[in-house]
């Protein structure tokens, strides 16, 4: 072949490379070009799920509000029921044995006093609550059928001038069913802390009362010791001897408030 005739070859052949190369170059332009543009699309649709999902979420709210009310609020304080004692048809007492002068056999001593006064306050559950439910006895109106004993139990023994009140405070009651009954005969045990000559001891009291819907009526007893209040038992005139037993009752009347 002539050199002459070369030229135009090596011509046509750089043409061809140069098209090639131009024509991959510009194929994969778009892919890269485009490659973005599918990658940003999600990005608004994504958001615009997450800019939505709050206003979905406040949807349970007013359903467990709405259990919430309906369940603890029907079940709630409204339910307690406080028992006021009636100062006019309660009375406590003291019943002992002792040994009088001039008489061979023990016999019983008794002393009553009206003054009670108080009030118990169960729960919905019917448990009491303590910083509500005290009953207080005056003691310096303890009157039994002699005098000169009367007047020794209170100023020697029970030391009125200084502790002239005794107090109960409720702290648990076992046998009586829930809610309080409203017709009726139960009887069951008051436990709580009784102090009398500044002493707290706890004791429990049997309970037998009668119920209705406007009250609660019966009669409670505990036994103590004197002596485990810091008191000796007396002996002045003509009592020679008073028993540290000592048996404690209460008779009582309430009236019931929702």
């Known amino acids: 072949m002539k050199p002459w005739m070369l030229q135009p070859l090596l011509a046509a052949a750089l043409l061809v490379l140069?098209?090639?190369?131009?024509?991959?170059?510009?194929?994969?332009?778009?892919?890269s070009a485009s490659?973005?543009?599918p990658a940003s699309a999600?990005?608004?649709?994504?958001?615009?799920?997450?800019?939505?999902?709050?206003?979905?979420?406040p949807a349970p709210t007013p359903l467990s509000t709405t259990a919430a009310q309906n369940t603890p609020a029907s079940v709630s304080g409204s339910q307690a029921v406080?028992?006021?004692v009636d100062e006019q048809a309660s009375q406590a007492s003291y019943h002992a044995r002792e040994?009088?002068?001039?008489?061979?056999?023990?016999?019983?001593?008794?002393?009553?006093?009206?003054?009670v006064s108080g009030t118990i306050v169960l729960g919905p559950g019917g448990e009491p609550i303590a910083d509500q439910s005290k009953i207080t006895v005056d003691l310096s109106a303890l009157q039994s059928d002699e005098r000169r004993r009367d007047n020794?139990?209170?100023?020697?023994?029970?030391?009125?001038?200084?502790f002239p009140t005794a107090t109960f405070v409720v702290r648990d009651i076992q046998g009586l069913g829930t809610?309080?009954?409203?017709?009726?005969?139960?009887?069951?045990?008051?436990s709580g802390d009784l102090t009398v000559h500044g002493v707290t001891r706890p004791v429990t009291w049997q309970v037998t009362?009668?119920?209705?819907?406007?009250?609660?009526?019966?009669?409670?007893?505990?036994?103590?010791?004197?002596?485990?209040?810091?008191?000796?038992?007396?002996?002045?005139?003509?009592?020679?001897?008073?028993?540290?037993?000592?048996?404690?009752?209460?008779?009582?009347?309430?009236?019931?408030?929702?």
């Open 42 to 57: 999600p990005t608004p649709a994504s958001a615009s799920t997450a800019a939505s999902a709050p206003t979905s979420a």
């Open 152 to 162: 020794f139990i209170k100023t020697d023994t029970l030391q009125t001038s200084r």
């Open 209 to 258: 009362a009668t119920f209705d819907q406007q009250q609660v009526s019966g009669s409670a007893t505990t036994q103590v010791l004197i002596s485990d209040f810091g008191m000796t038992p007396p002996k002045a005139g003509p009592v020679l001897s008073l028993d540290d037993h000592l048996t404690l009752e209460l008779t009582f009347a309430a009236s019931r408030e929702a």
């Open 179 to 190: 809610p309080l009954p409203s017709s009726g005969q139960a009887t069951f045990q008051l």
């Open 82 to 84: 406080r028992l006021v």
């Open 99 to 115: 040994q009088l002068l001039g008489h061979s056999l023990p016999s019983d001593a008794i002393g009553t006093t009206k003054q």
């Open 35 to 37: 490659a973005p543009t």
């Open 18 to 31: 140069t098209a090639c190369g131009a024509s991959s170059t510009t194929s994969s332009a778009p892919t």
